[in-house]
């Protein structure tokens, strides 16, 4: 199981910042490629940031030096901390890992559940 929270309201002013959290509980024997994907209204999900299997981070050029993904492998947590925000980046978010649960597990990609975060004019 993920649990999701934003450390900010969830409504920000443009130009301000929001942090999400997210951690995997349960039994797990390894996570990787753990990120994070949005929804705006009326659009697909789509990446914001996440890690690749080489440790690597893919940015969507959208959020490129705006927003930084960062982990904590031990504590099966990982973070958005998102900085001059923009009513643009008003969507759904969501976290997301790939997660074997035991050694024999052939693994598969968890969602949490939506997190809103709304940019304000």
């Known amino acids: 199981r993920f649990s999701c929270r934003r450390l900010g309201g969830g409504l920000v002013q443009a130009g301000g910042s929001e942090r999400l959290s997210c951690t995997a509980s349960?039994?797990?024997?390894?996570?990787?490629?753990m990120g994070w994907y949005r929804q705006a209204p009326g659009k697909r999900r789509e990446l914001v940031a996440a890690?690749?299997?080489?440790?690597?981070?893919n940015y969507a050029d959208s959020v490129l030096g705006r927003f930084t993904v960062s982990a904590v492998d031990a504590k099966n947590t990982w973070h958005l901390q998102m900085y001059s925000l923009k009513p643009e980046d008003t969507a759904d978010y969501y976290c997301?890992?790939?997660?074997?649960?035991?050694?024999?597990?052939?693994?598969?990609?968890?969602w949490g559940k939506g997190t809103q975060v709304t940019v304000s004019s």
């Open positions: 349960g039994s797990i024997f390894s996570i990787s490629e």
């Open positions: 997301n890992a790939f997660i074997q649960t035991n050694l024999l597990g052939t693994g598969r990609n968890y």
């Open positions: 890690f690749e299997r080489n440790g690597r981070i």
